[in-house]
């Protein structure tokens, strides 16, 4: 019985152990036919593991996994629907490009005719109809990445598993293989999990993020809830810098001392919170500007991004707030500017 299209991967309760180590702890989570899920988190914090539970190259201590309502969980990795890249690529030197991509249907006994055509379909979809005859070492870092991929799409498996698939390039490679990479999968429409650390990888390939810490899923949500509404301070960080101040929640009423910020609180806990607010959202004020809150500072540095500028703030007796701005705006250490923030830009996170 297939099942709900919402539920197309189903990862239950996943708990794997080495010895008194919780790689992964009781994790949870739904990945909807055709969508992308993100696990993102630092070295260490059980997301590869759980990517080779749901390939079945780890058996889980506890829990299931489901894939379109099948119990795959006890099933050997060969025999599941899925297929997995690795970081190495683990491309093979002495084939090929095409017998690369041609090896694991050549494992399955396909018809000769059928194996020339899905490796013609998939040199077309990555683009290397050009390099069909090369070997490996003969091609650049994200030419051999599109073999791989197009090898793990070869077979048409239902579940596509990216290890770290970014992770060899250099930024700059890395960042024109991301676009590339997230246009074939949007052409395939295969559902898919990828692990990253990266959180430019994750904003920009995935439908949903689970942000992993210690074997455990700290959050899940689509990649501008994530970022607009983190749920503590280590996950908000994990998507850029964020200026921090302590405040305080009493009764009905905010407190910021270094913002000079008293304002009707939103619902939530109350005692010290940090409240935190993101450089793109705070605004250098021109005459005759205002937002929701204002307030004087000092500029201690001005940095040319390219794109942006990031200034450097002395707020009272708070040093090194962040504000991005417009590249044009050219500020001189020691000058006196307006700085303001709307009342959405706040978010309170625990202290």
């Avoid at 702890?25 to 055709?34: F, I, N, Q």
Wanted: glycine residues 8%; proline residues 5%.
């Amino acid at each position: 019985m297939a099942a709900d299209p919402a539920e197309f991967l189903r990862i239950e309760g996943i708990t794997r152990r080495f010895g008194s180590v919780h790689a992964v702890d009781a994790v949870s989570l739904d990945v909807a036919r055709g969508d992308t899920l993100c696990l993102l988190g630092p070295s260490g914090c059980g997301k590869s593991t759980l990517l080779r539970t749901i390939a079945g190259l780890e058996l889980p201590d506890a829990g299931r996994i489901l894939i379109d309502g099948e119990d795959v969980t006890a099933m050997p990795p060969h025999e599941r629907p899925v297929n997995m890249m690795f970081q190495s690529y683990a491309l093979f030197p002495h084939m090929t490009v095409a017998r690369n991509i041609a090896f694991g249907l050549e494992r399955q006994r396909l018809p000769r005719a059928t194996i020339r055509e899905r490796v013609d379909e998939m040199l077309a979809l990555a683009s290397l109809q050009a390099f069909a005859d090369r070997k490996p070492h003969q091609l650049s870092g994200g030419q051999r990445q599109r073999v791989a991929l197009a090898r793990a799409l070869a077979r048409h498996p239902r579940v596509l598993l990216l290890d770290e698939p970014l992770g060899a390039l250099d930024r700059q490679l890395r960042e024109r293989t991301r676009i590339e990479l997230s246009a074939i999968l949007d052409r395939v429409g295969v559902t898919c999990v990828i692990v990253t650390h990266d959180q430019e990888e994750a904003l920009t390939l995935a439908d949903t993020i689970a942000v992993m810490r210690a074997g455990r899923v700290a959050q899940v949500g689509t990649p501008d809830a994530i970022y607009e509404m983190p749920v503590d301070r280590e996950t908000a960080e994990l998507f850029g810098s964020l200026n921090l101040f302590t405040a305080s929640l009493h009764g009905e009423q905010l407190h910021c001392p270094a913002l000079d910020l008293g304002m009707e609180a939103p619902t939530g806990h109350q005692g010290d919170v940090c409240l935190a607010i993101r450089p793109e959202r705070l605004a250098v004020l021109r005459e005759g500007e205002t937002r929701d809150h204002e307030a004087t500072a000092i500029v201690e540095r001005c940095d040319f991004l390219g794109a942006s500028r990031l200034l450097l703030l002395r707020l009272g007796d708070q040093s090194g707030i962040r504000v991005l701005t417009d590249p044009r705006n050219r500020v001189a250490p020691g000058a006196e500017i307006r700085i303001g923030f709307d009342h959405d830009a706040i978010r309170l996170l625990p202290a």
